[in-house]
């Protein structure tokens, strides 16, 4: 019985340490401002240029949100389908498997 425990522990303990890191990264969220350069509908993906001309591509699943930023009025959610190459935005998304996972996007028109 011991030895059944004592195997069942270090195989837990094994698999939690090679998820770890993996894991780790995905939980951590990335901040990018830019322009974007591209949007693809029909994968779900955008790319954004940095300042330092940096291209990063970005996917989009059912929970990211999207709202457009006004000064002069109220803020207001969009759809996926609002974002144009061109616009100003302030992405954030999730470390990991690339295209990085978009949390929320901030549209500055």
Known sequence: ??????CALVAAIALVSF????????????????TVESVDAS?????VKERDGKVITFRVD?????EVENRDRDDRDVPFS???AGD???VKAYRGEQPHLV??????R
Do not use: C, N, W
């Open 1 to 6: 019985m011991l030895k059944r425990t004592l």
């Open 19 to 34: 998820s770890a890191p993996a894991m780790a990264d995905y939980h951590h969220k990335m901040r990018v401002r830019g």
């Open 43 to 47: 994968q779900k993906t955008f790319s």
């Open 62 to 66: 059912d929970r990211s949100e999207f």
């Open 82 to 84: 609002e974002l144009k």
């Open 88 to 90: 100003r935005v302030k």
């Open 103 to 108: 949390d929320d996007v901030d549209i500055y």
